[in-house]
């Protein structure tokens, strides 16, 4: 079968989009730690361009898309891509799925790290990043999309990383922060963000990457891309309003960081459901993901743990969010690939979605934990404290983000 044109350019620019979303994350994170971090900031979020990157081609994506074995992780068939090129994946050349696949891994980890900046050693960041992308991330994504998948062949949905990315990295995060504890002085020192306009353009980056991400997953220029399209910007849209609402009703001001912070929670929830709901659907997941968001938020401050950037409030509580209402208004009229939700009169699909939830999630934090505890073993987790005085860029890669 000769490849679609119009499928195989959609997917490859989708591909780009989703790359330029990691130095998006970058300008996203980077704005909000304090100056005297953000080049170690970016360092942990672009270093994952290159790791993963080699970690894919080498093993990964066997891992992940190889020959199932028994329904769990794939097998060896695709170690250092053997095989690929001339061949096919659907309507596209199998390397095009390859490489969109790529960037999903390249992302993951790095949005772990806005648990831990500020405090971790990069050393002990790069032997993590490569082993829970080997031994959480791959079998997660196998689960999950690959035919032989055991959730994919449940029923699970998730059209584009809602369980596989966020919620893995989401509840890694949280396991992350409470193992490697608060930054000195947290929370009697304020840790304030050094630069919010780098923040804000790192989540208009961030947004428009994510078309690439959601509308991407359709794998083809098709009606389902177009309205993973249409979903991904609405739900966005409600969020960053919601989140601000609540905000401005609850510490009397509205700001700009809880409008970017908003439009990235909606973002995250729409994700599994993208290409399988209404958007008015749409609509309504990104309205409750702004308020579900916010509030995980606040209650980091009253459980005390220092979860720097909010990556299990934003990535984590989305992530769960948005896959179980895909069990609720997801419609194989929309896309007869997916299921009928609880509103279509499928209740049982509500079900599934909580299944896969619970095992993603069980999962990656079982392992973040065993794996933390290797690494501190190995070289340690956290620099002293001395060096984070110092501040992580001088005393992590001899920089500084400012002359």
Known sequence: MTPDTGDTAWLLVSSAFVLFMTPGLALFYGGMVRKKNVLSTFMFVHFALALITVQWVVIGYSLAFG?????????????????????????????????????????????????????????AYVIFALLWTTLVYDPVAHWTWAEGGWLFKLGVLDFAGGTVVHLTA???????????????????????????????????????GWFGFNAGSALGANSTAALAFVTTHVSAGAAALS?????????????????????????????????????????????????????AVLLKERLHYDDSLDAFGVHGVGGILGALLTGVFASKLLNPAGQDGLLAGNPGQLGLQALGILAAGA?????????????????????????????LDQSQHGESGYA
């Not at 329904?71 to 050349?93: E, H, M, R």
């Not at 510490?251 to 995250?268: E, H």
């Not at 999962?363 to 501190?376: A, P, Q």
């Open 67 to 123: 020959t199932s074995i028994g329904g769990f992780i794939g097998g060896l068939d695709y170690l250092f891509l053997s095989g690929l090129a001339g061949q096919n994946k659907g309507s596209v050349p199998h390397l095009a799925f390859m490489a969109f696949q790529m960037k999903f891994a390249i992302i993951t980890p790095a949005l772990i790290a806005g648990a831990f900046v500020e405090r971790m050693k990069f050393s």
């Open 170 to 208: 989401g509840i890694a995060a949280l396991v992350s922060c409470v193992v490697i504890g608060k930054r000195v002085n947290y929370p009697k020192e304020k840790h304030l963000p050094h630069n919010l306009t780098m923040t804000v353009t790192g989540g208009g980056l961030l947004w428009f």
């Open 243 to 295: 989140w601000v609402v609540a905000e401005w009703m609850h510490r009397k001001r509205p700001t700009m960081l809880g409008f970017v912070s908003g439009l990235v929670a909606g973002l995250v929830a729409i994700t599994p459901a993208a290409g399988f709901v209404s958007v008015g659907a749409s609509m309504v997941i990104g309205l409750m993901a702004g308020v579900a968001c916010y509030g």
């Open 363 to 391: 999962y990656s934090g079982i392992l973040t934990w065993v794996i933390l505890k290797v690494v501190d073993k190995l070289v340690g987790l956290r620099v002293t404290v001395d060096e984070e005085r110092e501040g």
